[in-house]
């Protein structure tokens, strides 16, 4: 109970001016997560403050929603809103910007009819026959990466989207099935192995037997199927990882409600159960040998991102950020909350495959999120872990020996995922470039950020500026030229 002795103060006479209260890092994130882009428009010069780094030079594309709902509806959630390619190119002639919304089936089919025609933010009536027809959208929401020279922009539901990058535009291919390889989906998180050459992924098919079906992409040749597991229930499986023997999921039970999903009945977010009792289990495929599948099971816990993971003797040591439970699943539709990200944590699990035991610890106590590495240790051990922080106020990154650096960005400013860029020729593992999409709540505006990946604090060496909000992006590749 509160109480008070002091005497009431005079009213004044006159009220001070006062200016609206500055948003919070929270506000302008939920702003990302729902606000549509504004503007769409290909390759066009970006104002760029500071220094671009002379070698740095390639094109960052990054993915994820960029229409949060059409004709006055909006989405159920914002993993249904519509990819949005956001690239930056750095050559001689400076910084170069593209936003374009992927020309996906679905949304031309949607702007033809006026109306939207998919989504659990449908009628039950739509929803039922969108459900009983097999329709629906493939958004091509949530990375976009290179195979072989073809981008392909990823979502976890559906197969791939071919997109074609130019001097002056992303343009839409279409779906692809990789030459007849794919199923009917294919994740949003491969992961490819400098020693084999060869980058993996897995697609979940539901019916009446749900299979995780894992794929290998090889630098050269065709696209094949490695191998497959059957589950014992309908996941909601985001990532996986792979060292240079072994492919590993975390099956969290996060489960899929099939009746719901089959009927079209419920939104978005209760298409989704955390069955806790479940367990979560652990898959480990030889890539050797995909048919000597290990399996056991261990205490529920959640993941949605992987860092990376590597061979210790016998062991295989996975890094990846670890939730209690499925929490984050809703506070991700707004772009935080309580129970959000702030709960997720850096984790090294070591695995002892032949013993069917696994033990993880936290390696900072940090809430963290998007964890990325060099890509050349990706599948071996990494000396740096680049991640954001769980308020997505910084770029933090965690060295192996236990050290941290960090780079924190301004109350008004919002940063996605971090993406390292080596620097051409070096050995040194943080010689190079951290790039990350920032969004400046004050400006209103989203920019490139250039930090040296070995002196983060020093803060961005460049920034290069769009003239518009960015809305969130997920994931994101470069491409050097
Ligand atoms: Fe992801």
């Not at 504004?38 to 070698?55: I, N, Q, S």
């Not at 159960?273 to 261990?298: H, K, N, Q, S, Y």
């Not at 192996?400 to 996605?416: K, N, P, S, W």
Request: hydrophobic share 45%.
């Amino acid at each position: 109970m509160l109480t008070s002795t002091a005497a009431p103060a005079p009213a004044p006479a006159v009220a001070p001016p006062s200016a609206p209260p500055a948003p919070t890092r929270a506000e302008l994130a939920r702003r990302m997560f729902t606000r549509s882009i504004t503007r769409e428009h290909g390759f066009e010069p970006l104002r760029v403050d500071g220094a671009l780094p002379p070698a740095l030079r390639g094109t960052l594309l990054r993915n994820g929603p960029g229409l949060f709902g059409q004709f006055g509806q909006a989405y159920a959630h914002s993993f249904e809103g519509d990819g949005l390619i956001t690239g930056v190119r750095l050559d001689a002639a400076g910084a170069h910007g593209v936003c374009r919304l992927t020309a996906t089936a679905g949304l031309a089919a949607e702007r033809a009819a006026g109306e939207v025609l998919f989504g659990t933010g449908l009628p039950w009536r739509k929803r039922f026959a969108n459900a009983a027809r097999g329709r629906y959208k493939n958004t091509a929401n949530t990375n976009v990466v290179s195979w072989q020279g073809r981008i392909l922009a990823l979502m976890e539901a559906a197969r791939p989207t071919e997109l074609r990058l130019t001097a002056a535009d992303v343009e839409t291919v279409g779906e692809t099935d990789l030459g007849g390889v794919i199923g009917r989906a294919l994740s949003a998180h491969p992961h490819r192995v400098a020693a084999r050459a060869t980058t993996y992924n897995f697609g979940v098919e539901y019916g009446r037997h749900t299979r995780l079906v894992a794929y290998a992409l090889p630098d050269v040749g065709p696209a094949r199927t490695l191998g497959e597991v059957t589950l014992g229930f309908a996941p909601m499986l985001h990532d996986f990882i792979a060292t240079e023997r072994h492919l590993v999921w975390f099956l969290s039970p996060a489960a899929v409600h099939v009746p719901r999903m089959l009927l079209g009945l419920g939104d978005f977010g209760q298409l989704f159960r955390w069955r806790p009792e479940l367990g979560t289990e652990i898959i480990v495929m030889p890539i050797d040998a995909p048919g000597a599948v290990v399996r056991f099971t261990v205490d529920a816990f959640y993941q949605w991102h992987f860092a990376n993971a590597f061979e210790r003797g016998g062991e295989v040591v996975v890094d990846y950020v670890r939730y209690p439970n499925f929490d984050s699943f809703d506070a991700l539709a707004t772009g935080g909350g309580p129970g959000g990200l702030d709960e997720g944590r850096l984790h090294r699990a070591v695995i002892d495959v032949g013993a069917r035991r696994l033990r993880s610890e936290a390696v900072l106590d940090l809430g963290v999120e998007f964890p990325r590495v060099h890509p050349a240790r990706e599948g071996q051990a990494q000396g740096v872990t680049w991640m954001v922080d769980a308020a997505l106020g910084g770029v933090v990154a965690h060295h192996a020996d236990g050290r941290l650096a960090r780079c924190r960005f301004g109350a008004h400013e919002v940063v996605a995922e971090p993406v390292f860029v080596p620097a051409p020729g070096a050995t040194d593992e943080q010689a190079g470039w951290v790039l990350t999409l920032v969004y400046d709540g004050r400006a209103d505006a989203s920019y490139l950020a250039v930090l040296d990946a070995a002196r983060l604090e020093a803060g961005p060496v460049a920034r290069a500026w769009f003239d518009h909000p960015v809305p969130i992006t997920f994931h994101g590749s470069w491409l050097p030229t």
